[in-house]
């Protein structure tokens, strides 16, 4: 048997992982998934319930909770991370603040992500040193966000074996083919820092499709991908969605500002209604578990699970210091590489070509805000902060910044 240990494990969306693991049982090992946390009702709940769902469908596959992270931890085979420090009610406030200085709330992006990572970085480095004391060697998957300064921040741990999952880069070239009628095998070059990256080269055997993605983009408009074509072909690449804040700003604040209720607190109502139907239920997922699309599940953490298990490999896009992987960022800067996971690790896939100039250079003002935003978020100060956010590719000046500075510290140290 193999253990997985699920840290945040208490979430009203762990069950749908329950899910994805139960469709790919023959690719998986026996399995003990160990649920940590610090509500020892919902761990109970979600616990017995994923349990149950398993049991329905056929999977090998046991589910224990502890609010013990040394008992979570120990013998683990791998330990995954989506713990969301702060709650839903940190989330909203990274979704509002941003606003009053004219800038999209987000907690990945610019002062949403930073104020995030401030209140995350100390709980994640405690969980990280833990995981490599009590399942030494093996890996921590980083999911939860901001998933770029955490893991620049995890460079503090010795001896730690990680690196970051995301599957918005496979959702978004698969959105944009079937926009553009595309169906057959495609082979892509990718550029980013998670979140925030671009597919610079999209081909079928000689033939270059990034022309069609941005015909189709223009003629249908961008549906998921969120981003105009004129942006598209401005920049020469394929954006993930999370590109529309710096294309689209001022849409995107007067969107924001126009929402009666903040995501966060539609998934924090979500949540709750969720852990209401788990305890009547048994086995059978509530239909409102489908409405939050967690595709980073079956699209990303399962087939990665199932490759460091021993099963297939998987092509996965992960995120890990660059190490010469794109040519004109440092080799700590995190970023995020089409790679090939397997039973060894993580094997990066190389670029067939080095991405456009001014990509690069956007990518390098990321990197650089993003490694000050993770000093930040080590060693707190108004100062860090402010010379964090001026490094920001949204340009923000030393007066914004010191506004936002006060916002995004108030928030350190929030309980998880």
């Known amino acids: 048997m193999k253990v997985v240990t699920l840290l945040g494990g208490s979430s009203a969306f762990t069950p749908a992982l329950a899910g994805a693991l139960a469709a790919r049982a023959a690719d998986l090992p026996e399995l003990e998934l160990r649920l940590y946390g610090r509500n020892e009702a919902h761990l109970r709940t979600v616990a017995h319930f994923s349990s149950a769902l398993a049991h329905a469908r056929g999977a090998d596959h046991a589910y224990a909770h502890t609010t013990s992270l040394p008992d979570a931890l120990r013998g683990a085979d791998v330990v995954v991370n989506q713990v969301r420090v702060g709650g839903w009610e940190g989330r909203t406030h990274d979704e509002r ?7 999209p709330g987000d907690e990945t992006i610019g002062p949403g992500g930073l104020a995030s990572a401030l209140r995350a970085t100390p709980v994640v480095l405690e969980l990280a040193r833990a995981s490599a004391r009590h399942a030494p060697g093996s890996p921590f998957v980083q999911m939860s966000n901001p998933m770029g300064i ?3 921040a995890l460079r503090e741990v010795d001896d730690l ?3 970051g999952l995301c599957e918005l880069p496979k959702a978004t070239l698969r959105a944009a083919l079937a926009l553009a009628g595309e169906h057959g095998a495609v082979d892509v070059d990718y550029a980013g820092l998670n979140h925030q990256g671009w597919f610079t080269r999209v081909a079928s055997g000689d033939r270059d499709l990034l022309p069609a993605i941005f015909d189709a983009v223009e003629r249908e408009g961008p549906g998921f991908l ?5 942006a598209m072909r401005e920049w020469g690449a394929l954006p993930v969605p999370y590109l529309r804040l710096y294309a689209h700003r001022e849409r995107e604040v007067a969107a924001l500002r126009a929402r009666a209720t903040s995501r966060g607190e539609e998934l924090e109502a979500l949540s709750n209604l969720l852990f209401e139907r ?10 409102e578990l489908s409405t939050r699309d967690t595709s980073w ?15 297939p490999p998987a092509e996965l896009y992960v995120s890990e210091p660059n190490r010469g992987h794109l040519p004109g960022l440092p080799d700590e800067a995190v970023v995020e590489k089409r790679s090939t996971v397997a039973a060894a690790g993580v094997e990066p896939i190389p670029l067939v070509a080095p991405p456009p100039e001014k990509l690069t250079a956007f990518l390098a003002c990321a990197a650089d805000f993003e490694e000050l935003a993770a000093r930040a ?7 860090r902060v402010v010379s964090a956010l001026r490094a920001h590719p949204f340009g923000i000046d030393r007066a914004t910044a010191r506004g936002l500075a006060q916002a995004c510290l ?4 929030a309980a998880r």
């Open 97 to 103: 603040f941003p606003l009053e200085f004219d800038l």
């Open 297 to 311: 599940y079956p699209d990303a953490l399962v087939p990665c699970l199932a490759a460091l298990l021993g099963g």
């Open 278 to 287: 788990y305890a009547k239920e048994d086995g059978a997922p509530p239909a």
């Open 226 to 230: 969120r981003v105009e074509a004129g």
């Open 410 to 413: 108030k928030t350190a140290g």
């Open 377 to 383: 978020a080590l060693r707190p100060s108004e100062e």
């Open 150 to 152: 955490l893991l620049t």
């Open 161 to 163: 074996a990680t690196f």
